[in-house]
């Protein structure tokens, strides 16, 4: 394609007020000798977008430079893939990152716009048109596990059209909420359980004209990507393979362990059982000593038994309190004067389950009291007698009682080879240190590090039947995404609707294994000498193999190596005796950006020697980059992106940290050329800090004025 | 340190309920109660502990507990209470179980405590004063109408006396009783009268509740002049009964003044008390049948007095002798019921009052055992 580049320039906003878009013209016109620059007053106006579509259609241009506002803003005017400007799009931050930020009509911002200008240029030069891929998509969808959330999420998938198929490995549907005397409340004034399960649900989903059930099953194999998975599902009766579109898993939980809390008394005395133990003795009918049978007159729950214990599981249920309070309602029922003693660190009844904690409070034979069961042992009566430390009523109590509940907590069913998936990255969906699916709990709930993949329900985190029964709902809507975004051979969350992909120049590949290692999704697999096989459904668009790559075979039409590199290549440094350092930002377009652009809009004023380039992630950050910058004189170089460790903003999970990881080759880099490894900088920050950028870019910049310019400066 | 072995007195649980602590269970422990009452000392905060005792059912902690008296129901917890708990209503529970449980002898505690037993409560005086006035013979009737005409002066004076040393002992052994169980939760403990004294004299403890400030004068003026009145009524009767005086007094003495003005400083002080008790929102909801049953008797018992007075300058018959028959009913009922009605808190908060004061002694107290004390220490803390 014959590239017919158009720049048009908008001095509206107050840019006009703080910059001479005429002399900034002159940047495209003489130096890029482009032919066709326009400078509007109001370009995202019906008459400013009405020019680039006429110049697009009379055909005098085929790719558009807009230096104006953000990029994150006016999309719905300056779209690429639209009528507006059906082919490639560059767009140049003069607004947020130069008007608003920088001192009107001065000498540096004015050079600051026009390096944004000359790199958008650049970019605009190397930018290929994208080719969606497109394959037969199928949009069917896998629900693992037939409980509450699974048959939620069926039906949800099923009513909206879409076929499921539901595996489950008992042999009926229903999951542990079916097996349940009640639930907690569901409705107002939440104060008594709700008396049924699901029974319509569960026949709903067996007999839906949609919905495929596979009972007694597992799955020995799921291969593929999004849209094209295969699935090999074995149950009693036949092996079969199924092809779906996206897979919504629902496996649940088990509870936890009680043989390891012996200090609970768990095996010390059979009068002491767990809250699922409890659940089936009542809904068996009778809520007895298991040691002689007869009825317990008085029963003490545990709470947080095993829970919130860095021994044992160091997170909070959720439920267990809920269950607590429930099963102290079955007492009642029973024999309404028990005594019901509950020993918590917390009660933890959340939203307004608050209700129900209210109402079995009230009752005059249900005793709380914080504290820490020290021992359970026998009393000479025949009872329990459990030692508390550090209650609310005293130092250390004794209390006798018949029959000692353990308030267990979830563990989830995440990693007992259910999927088998084929991937090079191993068979199941990575976890977090606590066995639950890698996602994140605020910005990306039900996504996990398996595109495609959908986890929900209690093997998700921690929740109760009802919120379950929403995660599923929830996660069947994120999987019918999947499947129509595929369709279109677009990326889904976090940039969903891109569709470029990574192409990979395989001739050069040394097997080097780093970007099947490092894709957080495991979209490439690998042949038996370690080339990567890509699988494009399941790529996200990161471009973190891009920055993995040492031989810098990874390319996107519209982000490559190369592109970023002619960017670098395009800033004007200054000679040394100017005394006007320059520093290359490279900044996550997820968080940092945004966050730069914040701080334009709040009008934030920081140093005009800097030199930002937005990145599809950290991660995607190649080192050779650095070198480009260093080289050519650049001063010193600035990375900022999300917080990565444990509670990680990183919207790709790991990109920031693998960029802080190269960062420490690097450093040994600058060294060897005798460069001071101060020169590069890596921030984490969050969204909302866009208060600390000028800061954290003065003090930057203040301390590569002390250290002098780069001595590569000119060479 | 041994565990303490609980057992919850599911009865005693019930009792408070009724007796006005309804709300009790609410409680979750946030101790904002503690927090905001300007009473409540630093090394042994009250009420949140109290709290968490009575929903157990701790009974014998909590009637031994001296911190129940510390509290003169301001209401600050009740209004500040998350849950809705009224703590301020449930150590007003507390106290009058206290009443109830070392009432002497035992029966007369439910008794008083019973809504259903009032009108027995008051048809008891009236059947002895009945008796009085038909059997106990009369001396000739004088030219002027005179209560005399009614009661033989010599009849209802031997009647109060013996009331009042009835009321007297049954004081002591209640409070003996109290004392008991003191010593059993903190053996060793000392009183120290001297500065409750004091605090009587100023009322300095309710100055501290800011919500109280009516209550403090209310209180103030009833007390001392119920103290009054019952001094003024000690020396008549003694006087009559010694032949020195003769009833009724000449208006100019010096006795007839000095009980006008006490009648008035009750009956101002009880005003205001009804007052707070109506118009406050949040007193008005705490005031229970053991609240009225005392402050009415007394409002009245001053109320007829001062009417008599009235009545028998008119000299109507009429009036004068049915008020006066009211008037000796009421003030035989608030004496014969005072160990068991609210009246009783004088003696208890008085003794609890006097264990909490800070007490230096010079030796070691003789009967202080270390584990005692220690748990005295863990019980207030």
């Keep these: ?715 | 340190m041994n565990a303490q072995l609980i057992q919850p007195d599911v009865s005693f649980i019930r009792e408070v309920r009724a007796a006005g602590g309804s709300d009790l269970k609410k409680c979750f422990q946030c101790a904002t109660c503690s927090v905001v009452c300007d009473l409540s000392p630093d090394d042994a905060p009250f009420p949140r502990k109290q709290m968490i005792a009575a929903q157990w059912g701790l009974k014998d902690q909590l009637l031994c507990d001296p911190a129940i008296w510390l509290c003169h129901n301001c209401g600050s917890c009740t209004t500040q209470c998350p849950r809705g708990a009224r703590p301020g209503d449930v150590m007003a529970a507390l106290r009058q179980l206290a009443i109830r449980n070392f009432a002497f002898p035992g029966f007369m505690g439910r008794l008083v405590a019973n809504p259903k037993a009032l009108p027995v409560l008051f048809l008891v005086p009236a059947l002895v004063l009945l008796a009085i006035i038909l059997w106990v013979p009369k001396g000739p009737a004088t030219p002027e109408l005179e209560f005399a005409n009614l009661f033989p002066v010599v009849a209802v004076e031997a009647l109060f006396f013996t009331v009042s040393t009835l009321a007297a002992i049954a004081f002591l052994v209640g409070v003996i009783r109290y004392l008991k169980a003191l010593r059993m939760c903190c053996p060793g403990i000392l009183l120290n009268f001297p500065p409750v004294s004091a605090e009587i004299v100023t009322h300095e403890r309710f100055a501290q509740c800011n919500t109280n400030q009516g209550v403090r004068w209310g209180h103030f003026l009833v007390l001392w002049g119920f103290l009054g009145l019952a001094s003024v009524g000690t020396t008549i009767g003694i006087g009559t009964m010694a032949g020195i005086l003769r009833t009724p007094l000449p208006w100019g003495s010096a006795l007839k003044i000095l009980a006008n003005v006490c009648a008035a400083g009750v009956l101002t002080g009880a005003v205001i008390l009804i007052r707070e008790r109506t118009v406050n929102q949040a007193r008005r909801a705490a005031s229970t049948y053991f609240d009225w049953l005392f402050l009415g008797t007394l409002t009245a018992v001053v109320f007829t007095g001062i009417l008599l007075q009235f009545f028998r300058l008119a000299q109507v018959a009429y009036l004068m002798y049915p008020v006066y028959f009211v008037h000796l009913v009421l003030t035989l009922a608030l004496l014969l019921y005072a160990p068991y009605s609210k009246f009783a808190h004088l003696a208890y908060r008085t003794v609890a009052m006097a264990s909490t004061e800070p007490w230096k002694p010079k030796r070691k107290p003789r009967r202080l055992s270390e584990q005692g004390a220690k748990h005295c220490v863990d019980f207030y803390s």
């Design chain 1, 1 to 715: 394609m014959v590239k017919k580049l158009g720049v048009y320039i908008c001095s509206g906003c107050g840019i006009g007020d703080s910059l001479d878009t005429e002399k900034l013209a002159k940047v495209a016109t003489r130096e890029s000798k482009i032919p066709l620059c326009k400078v509007h007053p109001f370009l995202c106006g019906a008459e400013g977008a009405g020019i680039i579509r006429k110049d697009l259609a009379d055909g005098a241009v085929n790719t558009v430079v807009i230096a104006a506002c953000s990029p994150r803003v006016k999309t719905d005017v300056f779209v690429t893939g639209q009528e507006a400007c059906p082919t490639l799009l560059e767009r140049v931050n003069i607004r947020e990152h130069v008007a608003w930020s920088h001192t009107a009509k001065d000498e540096d911002t004015g050079m600051l716009a026009a390096d944004y200008l000359r790199m958008g240029i650049a970019k605009a030069r190397k930018c290929e048109p994208l080719e969606p891929v497109s394959e037969t998509i199928s949009k069917k969808l896998l629900v693992v596990g037939g409980g509450i959330t699974g048959v939620t999420a069926a039906l949800a998938a099923a009513e909206a059209g879409y076929e499921a198929v539901l595996v489950e490995k008992q042999p009926q549907l229903g999951g542990f909420v079916a097996t349940l005397k009640k639930r907690f409340p569901a409705a107002a004034p939440y104060a008594e359980p709700t008396a049924d399960g699901f029974p319509e649900q569960v026949q709903a989903a067996t007999y839906h004209s949609k919905i495929q059930v596979f009972t007694s099953a597992r799955i020995l194999k799921t291969a593929g990507q999004p849209g094209m998975f295969d699935v090999t599902i074995e149950t009693p009766a036949a092996t079969t393979e199924v092809r779906v579109g996206a897979i919504v898993m629902a496996t649940g939980w088990k509870p936890y362990d009680a043989s390891k809390l012996p200090h609970l008394g768990y095996g010390v005395s059979p009068d002491v059982i767990t809250n699922v133990d409890f659940e089936r003795m009542a809904s068996a009918g009778n809520i007895a000593r298991p040691s002689d049978g007869k009825p317990a007159a008085s029963v003490l729950f545990v709470q947080c038994a095993g829970s919130r214990d860095k021994d044992h599981l160091p997170y909070c249920s959720s439920v267990c309190c809920l269950a607590t309070l429930k099963h102290a309602t079955y007492i009642r029922e029973q024999n309404p004067e028990a005594l019901v003693y509950i020993v918590y660190k917390d009660m933890r009844t959340p939203g307004l389950h608050e209700r129900f904690y209210r109402a079995a409070q009230d009752h005059p034979l249900n005793f709380l009291t914080k504290g820490e069961v020290t021992s359970v042992g026998s009393a000479p009566d025949g009872k329990l007698a459990v030692t508390v430390g550090q209650t609310l009523i005293g130092e250390s109590i004794e209390l006798r009682v018949d029959l000692v509940v353990l308030a267990t907590g979830m563990v989830p069913v995440s990693a007992d080879g259910i999927l088998n998936l084929t991937y090079r990255q191993g068979p199941d969906l990575p976890v977090l240190k606590h066995g639950f699916p890698d996602s994140h709990f605020v910005c990306f709930p039900y996504e996990t590090r398996r595109t495609g993949i959908y986890a929900a329900g209690a093997v998700r985190a921690p929740m109760d039947s009802v919120r379950a029964g929403e995660d599923g709902l929830g996660a069947a809507m994120k999987a019918i995404q999947s499947v129509e975004l595929a369709a279109r051979g677009q990326a889904v969350h976090p940039r969903a609707g891109d569709t470029s992909f990574p192409s990979f120049f395989m001739q050069r590949c040394t097997q080097c294994k780093r970007c099947t290692e490092e894709c957080p999704f495991g979209a490439l697999d690998e042949d038996e000498k370690g080339t990567p096989k890509p699988n494009p459904y399941r790529c996200r668009r990161c471009g973190i193999c891009l920055g993995a790559c040492p031989e810098r075979i990874v390319s996107f039409k519209n982000y490559s190596v190369d592109m970023v590199a002619s960017m670098i290549k395009a800033i004007e440094v200054p000679e040394e005796d100017e005394e006007k350092p320059r520093v290359l930002v490279f900044m996550c377009e997820n968080d940092a950006y945004p966050a730069l652009d914040v701080a334009g809009f709040q009008r934030l004023r920081y140093d005009p020697g800097v030199r930002v380039i937005p990145l599809r992630c950290l991660g995607s950050l190649n080192i050779v980059w650095i070198a480009d910058a260093l080289s050519r004189g650049i001063d010193g170089v600035m990375l900022i992106g999300c917080k990565f460790g444990d509670d990680y903003q990183c919207h790709f999970i790991r990109g920031s940290e693998l960029a802080d990881r190269r960062m420490e080759n690097v450093k040994e880099t600058l060294q060897r050329l005798q460069l001071e490894s101060e020169r590069l900088e890596l921030t984490q920050l969050a969204i909302n800090e866009y208060g600390k950028l000028p800061e954290l870019i003065n003090g930057f910049m203040e301390r590569i004025r002390k250290m002098g310019p780069n001595p590569y400066k000119g060479l």
